[in-house]
């Protein structure tokens, strides 16, 4: 990774925490959109899937430990490294087609896929592991949380098309070639 990259890492990374802690859109309970998807998204569509998902993974870690400490972010953390992976992955099958719609397609398929498994069972799994509670009780409480995540990553879509077509057409490239 080189020191550009690191950098441009790094205010992934802030920007994921600015936006989750000062744009909360409650949506549940204590649940909220975590706008900070939204950067997750670009980076790992627009940058790389290393970035992307480290964008997301240390920028719940910074959150929570700004805010609530340990509580929630260790399930949390692990189910972006899935998200973020299976993200950017996706992205780059994407990107062989030609027509917008299928490549839409495959990053929303890509999307539902991989916060089921980040969130409803890797996270659940974790705080089954952490809390004790029996896996149906985590996967219960978590279900708010993947509705509320699937939804900021499938209204994310359309800014990284945006962004991604922006890119294509400037000087500045975000990747190493």
């Given at each position: 990774?080189?020191t550009r ?5 790094g205010?992934?990374?802030?920007l994921f925490?600015a936006?989750t802690?000062?744009l909360?859109?409650p ?5 909220y959109l975590?706008?900070?998807y939204?950067?997750?998204a670009?980076?790992?569509c627009?940058?790389?899937?290393v970035?992307?998902t480290?964008?997301?993974?240390l ?6 430990l700004?805010?609530s400490?340990?509580?929630g972010m ?7 490294v899935?998200?973020?992976?299976m ?10 087609f030609?027509?917008r719609?299928v490549?839409?397609l495959?990053l929303?398929?890509?999307?539902v896929?991989?916060?089921?498994l980040g969130?409803?069972i890797l996270k659940?799994?974790v ?12 996967m219960?409480?978590?279900l708010?949380a ?5 939804v900021?990553l ?7 098309w945006?962004i991604?077509a922006?890119?294509?057409?400037s ?7």
């Amino acid at each position: 990774m080189t020191t550009r990259k690191i950098a441009l890492t790094g205010i992934g990374i802030a920007l994921f925490v600015a936006l989750t802690m000062c744009l909360q859109v409650p949506v549940f309970e204590n649940y909220y959109l975590c706008l900070g998807y939204l950067v997750m998204a670009v980076y790992c569509c627009c940058v790389d899937t290393v970035s992307g998902t480290l964008v997301g993974v240390l920028g719940v870690i910074l959150y929570c430990l700004l805010t609530s400490g340990l509580r929630g972010m260790p399930g949390w953390a692990a189910g972006n490294v899935v998200i973020g992976i299976m993200l950017g992955l996706a992205y780059k099958a994407a990107k062989k087609f030609s027509s917008r719609a299928v490549q839409t397609l495959i990053l929303a398929v890509a999307i539902v896929v991989s916060v089921f498994l980040g969130i409803l069972i890797l996270k659940s799994f974790v705080e089954f592991l952490l809390y004790s509670q029996p896996m149906l009780v985590r996967m219960g409480k978590n279900l708010y949380a993947f509705v509320a995540d699937l939804v900021m990553l499938i209204l994310s879509i359309p800014l990284v098309w945006i962004i991604d077509a922006r890119l294509a057409k400037s000087s500045v490239k975000l990747t190493e070639e």
